[in-house]
């Protein structure tokens, strides 16, 4: 009984479907202007509609599909009714609040949850977080049933002997608000009931400016200067998924907890110097990112997304700072039609090194001086700067292509391309620090029919042995042609794009003629600033993991114990007709980069997560819930064994609170009625 009590609570936290429309003011908007990030799917009604068009639903409906889990299904029709029986049998009795057709009807229609903040305080008690978690969910037309659930649950939970919450009931405006506070901690949680939807959170201040901004329809994230510089170049309006982070103030919450554990910490390393530290994340670049936003819908069978990281041109530094090269395309023509994944980015390697020195000086300049001297000396024994002769060796292009998915234990077949600015003089630098290694790696070289080919070896006696086993299956490779170094994991695929670099001519065999991937090319060569693209064919990919995937269940066909018939596994081509390929791209701006994909796959991923966690953090509470007139009761009837006469009180006492709760009426229904007053 109790066990379906859990299960119970766990189907209420995840019957997440379409309801009413969002609010003309979303909570996102409310949230305080130094939120570090949220999440928000604010219209999920609309997003379980749209979803209908996209591949992963289609491949649901598919007539195999549908017979290979025809037994899974029946199965779950099964336990639904049986649990619904419990439900109602529960309900009869007074033991549950809501009928079994309140629960089938109970709808989510938008979620939003959001940290706010995140620190260490010091306390009576020493050191303790402090947390700062909003959360706001719509229930539509369900939000009385909800309201009854988690009232429920907030009476049950009171009743735990060990749970010692102080509990507090208030309004803020005409919205009941209830306040619990365990012991020794300043934090609490927040319940609101406003609307149609509940308002949750770790801080009574944060729930209460947010309810009363939504009561005033009075925005505050939402005009914060950086949120609209960031929101102003996505694509809300429609959006089924809305995401926010804001990195600098993440930041200062991770160095505000340093602080805290520096003063309080007693092993803490003297010698580390946080103001230091702070002064080279800056000068690294991390602080030239603001914040990230990102904003997905669907388009048919399409989800479309937009994401935008403000970093305004004045403000990079360290490794933002490097110069903007738009991707050369011209690699497109080395690239096989056939190929599953391609990529490309234009690179600055100098300001990678750049960066790193200067966060080094920034940190501590005396220091610095020593480390580069030392550095100088070194280099200056093995003939070579890695200013120059390593990070200066490449050029501002980098590619990469793979064949897809070779099977388990098979190296993936694929190749990358870096422009380079002279060969000969890398490869003699590579040499020089295979030396310092003192024979941990070599760089042996191979010459085959005038191609000089070199590969990585690595001393399998001085690496762990789980490394070991790793590369004895692959054999890193690289080759220089055109300016280009060429890298594989194997010298095959080393010689096969020399081979396709060596073709005269434009013959279109190659991957521009592949009709998916041309389709994105031209408006690929309409973008004004092209900083990067990565384009993925995912119904071969499917086919090539799907193939993986069905070797190892066939050896599940005769297990009779799962709740499928493996025979009847749907055909890879039935399911991957429905996919197709995929392009993102990346674009610099003088107020930050800005990057949009298409996809067959997207938005339902996040929006599934989201739930689970949602389903997750349901089962937890309502498993605390539910078993809390249990508890209650075993805790009752444990008579003392020491003490044998107040052992035999202690037993009348506990049978007369048994029968009191046999039914789970008595404590339950009082309890109720506490709350209703």
Same mark, same amino acid.
């Given at each position: 009984?109790?066990?379906?009590?859990?299960?119970?609570?766990?189907?209420?936290?995840?019957?997440?479907?379409?309801?009413?429309?969002?609010?003309?003011?979303?909570?996102?908007?409310?949230?305080?202007?130094?939120?570090?990030?949220?999440?928000?799917?604010?219209?999920?009604?609309?997003?379980?509609?749209?979803?209908?068009?996209?591949?992963?639903?289609?491949?649901?409906?598919?007539?195999?599909?549908?017979?290979?889990?025809?037994?899974?299904?029946?199965?779950?029709?099964?336990?639904?009714?049986?649990?619904?029986?419990?439900?109602?049998?529960?309900?009869?009795?007074?033991?549950?609040?809501?009928?079994?057709?309140?629960?089938?009807?109970?709808?989510?229609?938008?979620?939003?949850?959001?940290?706010?903040?995140?620190?260490?305080?010091?306390?009576?008690?020493?050191?303790?977080?402090?947390?700062?978690?909003?959360?706001?969910?719509?229930?539509?037309?369900?939000?009385?049933?909800?309201?009854?659930?988690?009232?429920?649950?907030?009476?049950?939970?009171?009743?735990?002997?060990?749970?010692?919450?102080?509990?507090?009931?208030?309004?803020?405006?005409?919205?009941?608000?209830?306040?619990?506070?365990?012991?020794?901690?300043?934090?609490?949680?927040?319940?609101?009931?406003?609307?149609?939807?509940?308002?949750?959170?770790?801080?009574?201040?944060?729930?209460?400016?947010?309810?009363?901004?939504?009561?005033?329809?009075?925005?505050?994230?939402?005009?914060?200067?950086?949120?609209?510089?960031?929101?102003?170049?996505?694509?809300?309006?429609?959006?089924?998924?809305?995401?926010?982070?804001?990195?600098?103030?993440?930041?200062?919450?991770?160095?505000?907890?340093?602080?805290?554990?520096?003063?309080?910490?007693?092993?803490?390393?003297?010698?580390?110097?946080?103001?230091?530290?702070?002064?080279?994340?800056?000068?690294?670049?991390?602080?030239?990112?603001?914040?990230?936003?990102?904003?997905?819908?669907?388009?048919?069978?399409?989800?479309?997304?937009?994401?935008?990281?403000?970093?305004?041109?004045?403000?990079?530094?360290?490794?933002?700072?490097?110069?903007?090269?738009?991707?050369?395309?011209?690699?497109?023509?080395?690239?096989?039609?056939?190929?599953?994944?391609?990529?490309?980015?234009?690179?600055?390697?100098?300001?990678?090194?750049?960066?790193?020195?200067?966060?080094?000086?920034?940190?501590?300049?005396?220091?610095?001086?020593?480390?580069?001297?030392?550095?100088?000396?070194?280099?200056?024994?093995?003939?070579?700067?890695?200013?120059?002769?390593?990070?200066?060796?490449?050029?501002?292009?980098?590619?990469?292509?793979?064949?897809?998915?070779?099977?388990? *234990? #098979? =190296?993936?077949? &694929?190749? %990358?391309?870096?422009?380079?600015?002279?060969?000969?003089?890398?490869?003699? !630098? @590579?040499?020089?620090?295979?030396?310092?290694?003192?024979?941990?790696?070599?760089?042996?070289?191979?010459?085959?029919?005038?191609?000089?080919?070199?590969?990585?070896?690595?001393?399998?006696?001085?690496?762990?042995?789980?490394?070991?086993?790793?590369?004895?299956?692959?054999?890193?490779?690289?080759?220089?042609?055109?300016?280009?170094?060429?890298?594989?994991?194997?010298?095959?695929?080393?010689?096969?794009?020399?081979?396709?670099?060596?073709?005269?001519?434009?013959?279109?065999?190659?991957?521009?003629?592949?009709?998916?991937?041309?389709?994105?090319?031209?408006?690929?060569?309409?973008?004004?600033?092209?900083?990067?693209?990565?384009?993925?064919?995912?119904?071969?990919?499917?086919?090539?993991?799907? *193939? #993986? =995937?069905?070797? &190892?269940? %066939?050896?599940?066909?005769?297990?009779?114990?799962?709740?499928?018939?493996? !025979? @009847?596994?749907?055909?890879?081509?039935?399911?991957?007709?429905?996919?197709?390929?995929?392009?993102?791209?990346?674009?610099?701006?003088?107020?930050?980069?800005?990057?949009?994909?298409?996809?067959?796959?997207?938005?339902?991923?996040?929006?599934?997560?989201?739930?689970?966690?949602?389903?997750?953090?349901?089962?937890?509470?309502?498993?605390?819930?539910?078993?809390?007139?249990?508890?209650?009761?075993?805790?009752?009837?444990?008579?003392?064994?020491?003490?044998?006469?107040?052992?035999?009180?202690?037993?009348?006492?506990?049978?007369?609170?048994?029968?009191?709760?046999?039914?789970?009426?008595?404590?339950?229904?009082?309890?109720?009625?506490?709350?209703?007053?």
């Amino acid at each position: 009984m109790y066990f379906n009590r859990v299960g119970l609570a766990l189907t209420a936290g995840v019957a997440l479907a379409g309801a009413t429309r969002a609010q003309s003011i979303s909570f996102k908007d409310v949230l305080p202007t130094d939120t570090l990030m949220f999440f928000s799917a604010p219209d999920l009604d609309t997003t379980v509609a749209e979803f209908q068009h996209t591949a992963l639903a289609k491949m649901w409906r598919e007539t195999q599909m549908q017979d290979f889990l025809k037994e899974a299904l029946q199965l779950g029709t099964k336990k639904w009714g049986e649990l619904m029986g419990q439900v109602k049998q529960m309900h009869d009795g007074g033991g549950f609040p809501l009928s079994a057709e309140e629960v089938q009807k109970l709808r989510v229609s938008s979620l939003t949850a959001a940290l706010t903040s995140v620190e260490i305080k010091v306390g009576q008690f020493g050191p303790e977080p402090k947390i700062g978690v909003l959360l706001h969910a719509d229930f539509g037309a369900s939000a009385a049933s909800w309201g009854k659930l988690v009232r429920f649950g907030i009476e049950a939970l009171m009743q735990q002997p060990r749970n010692k919450f102080e509990r507090t009931s208030g309004k803020i405006g005409d919205v009941e608000l209830i306040t619990l506070v365990p012991p020794r901690t300043e934090m609490s949680l927040n319940i609101a009931f406003v609307g149609n939807g509940i308002v949750i959170g770790l801080g009574k201040d944060q729930v209460q400016k947010a309810v009363e901004a939504l009561q005033a329809r009075k925005p505050i994230l939402a005009k914060s200067p950086d949120y609209i510089a960031t929101t102003g170049h996505l694509d809300n309006a429609g959006a089924e998924v809305e995401g926010y982070f804001h990195f600098g103030k993440l930041l200062d919450a991770v160095m505000g907890m340093l602080k805290v554990a520096e003063r309080e910490a007693p092993n803490w390393p003297q010698q580390l110097d946080l103001a230091g530290i702070e002064r080279a994340v800056t000068a690294l670049g991390l602080r030239s990112v603001r914040t990230l936003g990102l904003a997905s819908k669907y388009k048919g069978e399409k989800a479309l997304t937009r994401s935008f990281m403000l970093s305004p041109e004045a403000d990079r530094k360290g490794w933002c700072a490097g110069k903007q090269v738009d991707v050369d395309l011209g690699f497109l023509k080395w690239v096989p039609k056939d190929v599953a994944q391609v990529s490309a980015s234009s690179l600055d390697f100098p300001v990678v090194y750049q960066g790193l020195v200067q966060a080094l000086r920034a940190y501590n300049p005396d220091v610095a001086d020593q480390l580069l001297a030392r550095l100088g000396k070194l280099e200056e024994q093995v003939g070579m700067t890695l200013k120059d002769d390593l990070f200066g060796a490449f050029g501002d292009q980098m590619a990469y292509w793979s064949m897809g998915f070779s099977g388990l *234990g #098979a =190296a993936p077949e &694929g190749a %990358a391309v870096i422009k380079v600015k002279d060969a000969k003089r890398l490869v003699e !630098t @590579l040499q020089k620090v295979a030396k310092m290694t003192d024979g941990l790696i070599e760089f042996p070289s191979s010459e085959r029919r005038g191609v000089t080919t070199w590969r990585l070896e690595v001393n399998a006696n001085r690496v762990p042995q789980a490394a070991a086993m790793a590369l004895a299956t692959l054999q890193p490779s690289f080759a220089f042609k055109q300016g280009y170094m060429v890298i594989a994991l194997s010298a095959g695929d080393v010689r096969r794009t020399l081979k396709r670099m060596d073709r005269t001519g434009e013959d279109q065999d190659d991957v521009r003629s592949n009709k998916q991937f041309a389709a994105y090319l031209s408006e690929i060569k309409q973008t004004g600033s092209l900083n990067s693209l990565s384009w993925t064919d995912w119904r071969s990919t499917f086919e090539a993991l799907y *193939g #993986a =995937a069905s070797t &190892g269940l %066939a050896l599940l066909a005769n297990q009779e114990t799962l709740p499928v018939n493996m !025979t @009847l596994l749907p055909e890879v081509e039935t399911l991957s007709r429905h996919l197709f390929s995929s392009m993102s791209k990346s674009t610099v701006l003088k107020d930050g980069f800005l990057s949009t994909s298409v996809s067959p796959i997207g938005t339902e991923v996040v929006v599934g997560a989201v739930l689970l966690a949602a389903g997750g953090s349901a089962f937890a509470f309502g498993q605390r819930a539910a078993m809390a007139p249990r508890a209650m009761r075993v805790r009752a009837v444990r008579p003392a064994p020491a003490r044998p006469k107040k052992g035999e009180e202690a037993g009348k006492e506990a049978g007369d609170q048994g029968g009191k709760g046999s039914g789970d009426k008595g404590s339950g229904d009082k309890g109720s009625g506490t709350n209703r007053k």
